[in-house]
């Protein structure tokens, strides 16, 4: 997914991965198989492997795919097309731009884990009150500005996603019987924000058997810019109708699910997958002196690190998030129809006054 | 059209200004295409403030932005400018350069700003903001 220059995008690939999923009977149950096994990379899920992404001028292989998979997204390393080493967790990365000396005067007697956001975030505000050669924090492939596990969060949204679409308790095994349901699964990816998170969504109309589930990958930065004109992009025109002409193949979706109806499956759902913490890092100071032409650009704004476990949270109403079956609406006790205003009678139309009638 | 722009310059200043356009368009090199440089501020008729061994310059330079990008942005080809003050030390031999530079205008002008803030705390009332930051910084609550 290299990004496209607006702030919304399917593009091929999420294209691609949504038909791999609701495209043939149980295909979704076996990536979900295959995602649930962490020493199986993401990008070697099956749907990279598509011929039909060859049209990519970018990335017309398949190693081009994982590579950039691995790389610009969650910070793989390698020499080579195809990276083969997961990254580095983020102090390790931070020790090693600035030496075990200076981490260890900065860290003092304390034992430094990533899981301990508030002294990680101690340690790293010594640190970058120190030292003169940290003028950039660590980030994870090509997003600005962001270190993560980007890897986990893909895979736990996923996850999350064709659990959702399949009825399936987080964890829980597919029923000999087969699933319960097999929603349609619909992926975006929105971007820049902060940090990474997974959004998960779904509506389940249980009396009809029908519903969707639509996930965002929801991101920062890659670097891409943005058109400040819709109407510049590739190809872009304004639409008059929402048929079309074409005569190819319409991407294929599960039926309608049937069964019993009485089971308890939430009508609406929304969650977020992400770090369980986000520490935004110190400012880095950029006035050291240096000899001529010796710059280095400093971070334009703050620089977050997602640290802890990968958590899917689901946000209250009130911010933001749905209950399970929503809020119904509710109509007007009178009618809508909206009132004729009573005029005043020291004014007119025009809103001058006038004599009254 | 040159790039330099001061002109009229005493011999102790212009020597100091031409350091000083040599680091900025040297330091940015990578970045942006020069198209200008000049002085600029309180200090733009002599072309610096000399108090031995230090110099201060405050400058202005446009460019490009047709280079590697800012912060792996990509280039945008947009004209640029930055500006900054210069503190030069001139004590050792090779003069040392201390840059006080508007990269939040930089940011600016690339079109990189986000327009929301983040925050461990939710504050709801300003009122609440001083002691929310006692406890999260572990300092006693000001008065």
Request: with cysteine.
């Amino acid at each position: 997914m290299p990004g496209m220059p607006y702030h919304l995008e399917k593009g091929g690939w999420l294209s691609v991965l949504e038909d791999y999923l609701n495209g043939a009977p149980g295909r979704s149950a076996q990536v979900l198989a295959l995602l649930r096994n962490p020493s199986v990379p993401v990008s070697d899920t099956g749907f990279l492997q598509s011929p039909a992404l060859d049209k990519d001028p970018d990335y017309e292989t398949e190693p081009k795919r994982v590579g950039h998979l691995r790389s610009d997204w969650f910070g793989w390393t390698g020499t080579g097309v195809l990276p083969a080493r997961r990254q580095d967790p983020f102090l390790k990365q931070v020790k090693a731009r600035v030496g075990a000396k200076a981490f260890a005067t900065a860290a003092g007697k304390t034992s430094l884990t990533e899981r301990d956001a508030r002294k990680v975030h101690r340690v790293l505000d010594a640190l970058a009150a120190e030292t003169t050669t940290l003028r950039n924090w660590p980030i994870t492939g090509f997003w600005v500005q962001y270190f993560g596990d980007v890897e986990e969060i893909v895979r736990q949204t996923l996850v999350r996603t064709i659990e959702v679409s399949l009825g399936l308790e987080h964890g829980e095994k597919i029923p000999r019987s087969g699933p319960r349901r097999t929603l349609p699964i619909e992926l975006f990816w929105k971007c820049p924000q902060r940090w990474f998170e997974g959004w998960v969504t779904w509506r389940w109309d249980e009396s009809h058997g029908t519903g969707q589930v639509t996930t965002l990958l929801a991101t920062p930065g890659s670097g891409k810019p943005v058109l400040q004109n819709p109407l510049d992009g590739k190809d872009a025109f304004r639409p008059t109708t929402w048929t079309t002409d074409e005569l190819v193949r319409a991407p294929i979706g599960p039926p309608p699910s049937v069964g019993a109806r009485s089971w308890r499956g939430a009508p609406k759902g929304m969650w977020v997958v992400t770090h369980e913490h986000h520490l935004e890092m110190p400012d880095l100071p950029d006035h050291h002196p240096t000899t001529t032409g010796s710059w280095a650009i400093p971070e334009f704004g703050p620089t977050y690190v997602g640290l802890g476990d990968v958590v899917c949270v689901q946000p209250s109403e009130a911010d933001g998030g749905t209950t399970p079956f929503g809020r119904e609406y509710v109509p007007p006790r009178r009618s809508s129809a909206p009132s004729r205003p009573r005029r005043s009678r020291s004014s007119s139309r025009d809103g001058s006054k006038g004599a009254p009638r | 059209m040159s790039v330099y722009r001061p002109t009229s310059l005493d011999a102790p200043e212009a020597e100091v200004v031409r350091a000083v356009y040599d680091d900025v368009v040297d330091g940015l090199r990578d970045h942006l295409h020069p198209l200008s440089f000049d002085v600029e501020g309180p200090f733009a008729t002599p072309g610096a403030l000399l108090s031995d061994p230090y110099a201060v310059v405050q400058w202005v330079f446009v460019g490009v932005d047709d280079g590697e990008g800012f912060n792996n942005l990509w280039p945008t080809a947009k004209k640029i400018t930055v500006r900054g003050v210069t503190i030069v030390d001139r004590s050792p031999a090779d003069w040392l350069f201390h840059r006080h530079i508007d990269w939040n205008a930089v940011s600016s002008q690339l079109g990189g700003s986000l327009g929301r803030s983040a925050t461990p705390l939710l504050v709801r009332s300003r009122e609440d903001a001083r002691f929310y930051a006692a406890d999260h910084y572990s300092f006693d609550e000001p008065d």
